[in-house]
């Protein structure tokens, strides 16, 4: 983790300088890792946050656990790094796109069994019984998992579908591309999980009114609508022994502990990777509830572990990564790529809702993925000649 945040000072301080420029066809391409000072300040709110996460180790409660924790946030980030670097020539894309395509079908295959013989092959989960039919949970051995990874590569394919050109030779490759978002879309909806499903569409909607598509907003409202009706009540609405929805409830009552131990340790927490064994000597109200249990909500969560600076540098982070995805992405307007990288921006988007109501930002599996595809982004929009 230290060095992280010495890589990331010294990120921070090389976009102070500009680098070359190369025209390739009249499109102009960045030859350096950045874009000059512009991304100086996203880098240094990356560095930072690292550095809080490493304070928190030293001022936890439970200083074995934080150990652990400070791993599992430097490793996903310097996978990051790595795929920034490693996929930006295009031969190296070429090669993401094989290995990221056969890995779907790979789950397209072992949950499709699982549907089918009620257990995968790849690790033997068994899918799960609910009032509205059987969950898959593929390979990845819980739903919200599975999901986390589908709302990450659906709008990939999709836009991937949307952006090749009308021409004879590329009809064949937009449709395939549209067949695997639309087999990504069975999969999403066979987990039975409200929360991934709403974060795709709102991260949709953004994207449609981002690049004025109001007819396909319009299209995508109806079609919501006629999935909706369709859809069983017992995906809709999940109540509980007392009649009530037993989802949204759990998730106020998680998230009032969760704002008991950021109140109580506002600075640094009680240590990253903490929160399930801290929150219940600050919990004020003590409800019956899911005790035991992780906050469910993966920002209020990093609060709690490390403080109020700490996830504010955080989600500056985010907000600038986001800011420079469309900036890029704005550069390659009209193009196929515009729409292959916003299709990135959009499953990354997705991630984000999704954390809101779920543990996917403390998810090793699911970290990992979100962390590997924002670097598969960056390395997008800083190719270098192959």
Known sequence: MGALVLWGLGKWSATRKQHPVLDLGGAKVNAGCSVGGKDRLMWGSLAVFCLIVLLSFFFSEYPKQSFRGIFKIAKPILVFIMAASLFRTGKAQSRFDVAFLITFLIVTLDSSVQYAFGRDVLRGFPAQASSAGLRLVGPFGDFGKMGAYLIL???????????????????????????????????????????????????????????????????????????????????????????????????????????????????????????????????????WRVRGYYAHNGYLQLAAEIGIPGIFFFILFLILFFKRGLREAKAARGSPEELEQLGILTGLLAFLLYAMADTNLQSPQSLMSFWFMAGVLMARQKPQLP
């Open 153 to 287: 590569i659906i709008p990939v394919f999709l836009l991937q579908g949307w952006s090749k050109p009308v021409t004879k030779g590329m009809r064949r490759d937009s449709l395939y591309a549209l067949l695997l978002a639309a087999a990504g879309f069975v999969l999403l909806y066979l987990t039975r999980c409200r929360g991934p499903v709403l974060a795709l569409v709102v991260s949709f909607f953004a994207l449609a009114l981002y690049k004025r598509w109001f007819k396909a907003i319009g299209i995508g409202f109806l079609l919501f609508l006629a999935i909706l009706a369709i859809t069983p009540r017992g995906m809709i609405i999940h109540l509980d022994a007392e009649s009530k929805e037993q989802s949204i409830i759990e998730r106020l009552e998680l998230a009032k502990r969760a704002f008991d131990v950021i109140k109580a340790r506002p600075w640094l927490g009680t240590g990253i990777n903490t929160y399930n064994v801290a929150h219940e000597k600050y919990d004020t109200t003590q409800n």
